[in-house]
C-alpha cells in the first residue's frame, strides 16, 4: 500500500512539474523538452523489447522511420488531418512489421538476433537513401494540423501520449501475455513449461515495441517537418539502445531519463566544446557497465532498493514446516525426517494403491549417435500416486523428464498421459495438456511478484486455485518481488506454480534442493498430499532417499539409462542392484 501511495504522489508531482514546464519555459526550452518526450517514447520501446523481453533489437529507428515516412506521406496528401491520429496511424504502420519480423525471427535469440535486426536497419536506411521521405524533394515540410502547430500545444501532445502509451504498455505488462514478456527474458524453457507461446510472446513484443517506436517516429515528423535517413540510421538505433539500457527504460522515469540523456547531453558538450562522439562513447561503456552487472538500469537499481526498503518487514521465505494431523499433541521440537519418514510411510502403506496409468512410457530411448542415454525405458505412472523416479548421477532421470515433457523433439517410444498420446506436441502444449514440471536448477522470474508468477503459472486456473497453492506452500506475500526471497522459497515457488495449473501429472525436479531439515520435511509431508489435494498424479525425482521414503509409495530405478528395479519404494530401497548402482559396486551373481 505504502508503495502504491507513493507512485501516486510521483504521478501528481511529475504532472504538475510537465505542467509548469510548458507554460513558462521559453520556446526553445519548450522544443527541447518535447524532444525529451519523443526520444522517451523511442526508448520505452526500447524498455519492453530489451529490457522486459530480454530481445537485443538494432532496429528501432527504423520503426520510428516507417512510423515518420506514414505521416508525413498522410499529411501531405491530407493536410487537414487531425495530427495525433496520423501519429497513430504511423505507429499502426509500424505495428505488423515488428510483428512479421518477430514471428520469423522466433527461433533465433541472443546475438544471432541482434545481427538480424541489424541487419533489417541496414536494409531499410539502404532503401531510404535511395528514396527520399514524402515531401523532401519539394521541399514541403509536414505541418501539424491546429492546434499543434504551436510549440506549447506540440509539447502537451508529446507528453500526454508518452503518458497514455505507458499507461497502457503497464496495462498489458500485467496481463498473463504480457507477463509472458518477463519469461522469455529470463528462460524461454521455463517459459515454454509454464503453457506460454514462447513465438508470441517475441512476436508481440516487437510488434508492440515496433508501434512504439512508429509513434515517435511520427511525432518527429511533426516536429522536424522534414525528415531524412541520418536520423534513422543503424548507427543511431544503437546509440538509442544503449542510453536505454543504461537508463532502465523498462520503467517511465528510466525512458525519460534517456530522453533526456539524448537531447541535453549533445547540448551540453556542444556547449563546452568537446565532439559529440564522446557522448555516445560514454552512453556505450555505462549500458556495457549495466549488462556486465545484470542488476538493471539506473531507474530500475533506483526502483528496486525503494521496493527493498517498502518490503524490509514483509515475509520473504516459505513457512513449510510440518503439519501435525489433526487432534495430535503439540512437539516441542519438530521430528527428525528419519522419525517423520517412519510415520508418514506406515500411514501410507494402508492405502489401497492406485490403478489407472496418469502417464504410460514405453520403450523411451534416447541416443546421441552410438552412446544410448535412455535405453528401452518402460515407466508407468498410476492416478493419484506420487512415484519416485530414482538413479545415481547420469542415470537418465533428468533425460526422462525433458523426453516426456517436449524439451527433446528427437526420442523414439511413445508418452500417453491420460490416455493421449504426446508424440508431436511441442513442450509448451504438452504443459497446456496438464504436464507440468519444475527444473533441476530453478529459474526464477525475478522481474515478477510472487503472484504474478502464480497467475503465468495458473494459466485458466481460477483465483481459488492460486489462494490455495499458496497457502499450502506457505508462500510469501504475493506482492513481494521474487528478486527478494531466498533460492529455496523460490523453489518452493516453481513447484507453486506447476501445481496452480492444476495439471495431470507434475512432474518435480529434486525439489528439496537447498532446503533445510525441516522445510524438507514439511515439503515431503505436502508432496505426499498433493494428489488428494490437487487430483494429480506426482512424479519425483529427488537424491535424498529420506525424502523418498516419505513422499513416495513406488519408485522406478534407473541406472546407465535402463531400468534396474521398480516396485514399492521399502523394497525398492533394499534392492542389492539398487544398493551397488548408489555403491558402485557389481552385484553378485
Avoid at 186 to 206: H, I, N
Amino acid at each position: 500500500m505504502r508503495f502504491a501511495r507513493a507512485g501516486g504522489l510521483a504521478w501528481l508531482v511529475f504532472i504538475a512539474v510537465l505542467l509548469a514546464l510548458g507554460l513558462s519555459l521559453p520556446i526553445y526550452w519548450v522544443y527541447l523538452f518535447s524532444t525529451v518526450a519523443v526520444s522517451a517514447v523511442i526508448a520505452r520501446s526500447i524498455g519492453l523489447v530489451t529490457n522486459q523481453s530480454g530481445i537485443i533489437t538494432l532496429c528501432q529507428m527504423s520503426f520510428a522511420a516507417i512510423g515518420g515516412w506514414v505521416v508525413s506521406w498522410i499529411a501531405l496528401a491530407w493536410p487537414a488531418a487531425p495530427f495525433p491520429l496520423l501519429v497513430l496511424i504511423g505507429g499502426a504502420a509500424a505495428a505488423p512489421i515488428g510483428w512479421l519480423l518477430g514471428a520469423a525471427t522466433s527461433r533465433i535469440r541472443g546475438v544471432e538476433l541482434a545481427v538480424v535486426t541489424l541487419g533489417f536497419a541496414a536494409a531499410l536506411d539502404l532503401v531510404l537513401r535511395q528514396g527520399a521521405f514524402p515531401g523532401v524533394g519539394s521541399g514541403t515540410p509536414v505541418l501539424p494540423s491546429a492546434p499543434f502547430d504551436d510549440p506549447r500545444w506540440f509539447f502537451a501532445l508529446a507528453w500526454t501520449l508518452l503518458i497514455m502509451l505507458q499507461l497502457a504498455v503497464a496495462a498489458l505488462g500485467r496481463s498473463r501475455h504480457g507477463l509472458g514478456w518477463a519469461a522469455i527474458r529470463t528462460s524461454e524453457r521455463a517459459a515454454a513449461a509454464l503453457g506460454v507461446r514462447v513465438g508470441l510472446a517475441k512476436a508481440s513484443a516487437l510488434g508492440v515495441g515496433a508501434g512504439l517506436a512508429g509513434i515517435g517516429g511520427g511525432l518527429l515528423a511533426g516536429q522536424y517537418g522534414l525528415l531524412t535517413p541520418q536520423v534513422f540510421s543503424p548507427l543511431t538505433s544503437m546509440v538509442v539502445l544503449a542510453t536505454a539500457v543504461l537508463c532502465g527504460a523498462s520503467l517511465l522515469s528510466g525512458a525519460v531519463l534517456a530522453g533526456a540523456l539524448a537531447v541535453f547531453m549533445p547540448e551540453l558538450l556542444r556547449r563546452i566544446g568537446l565532439p559529440l562522439d564522446l557522448g555516445n562513447a560514454m552512453l556505450a561503456i555505462g549500458a556495457f557497465d549495466v549488462l556486465r552487472r545484470g542488476n538493471g538500469g539506473l531507474a530500475e537499481q533506483f526502483a528496486a532498493k525503494i521496493q527493498g526498503g517498502v518490503f524490509r518487514d514483509a515475509r520473504v521465505t516459505c513457512e513449510i514446516g510440518l503439519v501435525p494431523p489433526p487432534g495430535a499433541p503439540h512437539a516441542e521440537s519438530p521430528p527428525t525426517l528419519e522419525v517423520a519418514t517412519e510415520s508418514l510411510f506406515t500411514q501410507m502403506s494402508g492405502a489401497t494403491g492406485p490403478t489407472r496409468p496418469c502417464l504410460e512410457v514405453t520403450a523411451l530411448t534416447v541416443a546421441y549417435g552410438p552412446n544410448r542415454v535412455l535405453d528401452a525405458v518402460d515407466l508407468t505412472v498410476a492416478q493419484g500416486e506420487v512415484h519416485a523416479l530414482i538413479g545415481p548421477n547420469g542415470a537418465g532421470k533428468t533425460t526422462l523428464v525433458d523426453a516426456v515433457t517436449g524439451f527433446l523433439p528427437s526420442y523414439d517410444g511413445s508418452a500417453v498421459l491420460d490416455g493421449d498420446p504426446l508424440e508431436g506436441l511441442s513442450a509448451r502444449e504438452r504443459a497446456r495438456r496438464g504436464l507440468r514440471r519444475t527444473f533441476q536448477h530453478v529459474r526464477s522470474f525475478a522481474a515478477l511478484t510472487v503472484d504474478e508468477y502464480l497467475r503465468l503459472a495458473a494459466g485458466r486456473a481460477d483465483l481459488a486455485t492460486i489462494s490455495r497453492v499458496h497457502e499450502f506452500l506457505g508462500l510469501p506475500d504475493g506482492r513481494v518481488p521474487i528478486r527478494l526471497i531466498d533460492s529455496g522459497s523460490r523453489r518452493l515457488l516453481e513447484v507453486a506454480g506447476a501445481l496452480a495449473a492444476r495439471p495431470h501429472l507434475v512432474l518435480l525436479d529434486e525439489p528439496a534442493a537447498g532446503l533445510g531439515e525441516a522445510e524438507r520435511l514439511g515439503l515431503a509431508e505436502r508432496v505426499r498430499r498433493i494428489p488428494a489435494e490437487f487430483g494429480c498424479a506426482v512424479l519425483l525425482i529427488e537424491h535424498d532417499m529420506e525424502f523418498v521414503r516419505a513422499a513416495s509409495a513406488r519408485a522406478t530405478v534407473l541406472d546407465d539409462g535402463g531400468v534396474i528395479a521398480r516396485g514399492p519404494v521399502a523394497q525398492v530401497l533394499v534392492d542389492p542392484r539398487v544398493e551397488a548402482a548408489y555403491l558402485g559396486q557389481e552385484v553378485e551373481q
